[in-house]
């Protein structure tokens, strides 16, 4: 049952580093349209 739980913890672990990930790829994009934009 421990073992269980703890499996899932890092399963969860790993996709909120997926989301954090995505999120940060997602706010390079849009400063790269904004510089891209101005110029």
Same mark, same amino acid.
Request: include cysteine; proline fraction near 0%.
């Given at each position: 049952?421990?073992? =269980?739980? =703890?499996? %899932? /913890? #890092?399963? @969860? #672990? !790993?996709? =909120?580093? %997926?989301?954090? +990930? +995505?999120?940060? @790829? +997602? !706010? +390079? /994009?849009? !400063?790269?349209? %904004? !510089?891209?934009? =101005?110029?």
């Amino acid at each position: 049952m421990k073992m =269980q739980s =703890q499996g %899932h /913890l #890092s399963q @969860f #672990s !790993i996709s =909120q580093r %997926h989301c954090d +990930l +995505l999120a940060f @790829f +997602l !706010i +390079l /994009l849009m !400063i790269n349209k %904004h !510089i891209n934009s =101005q110029n």
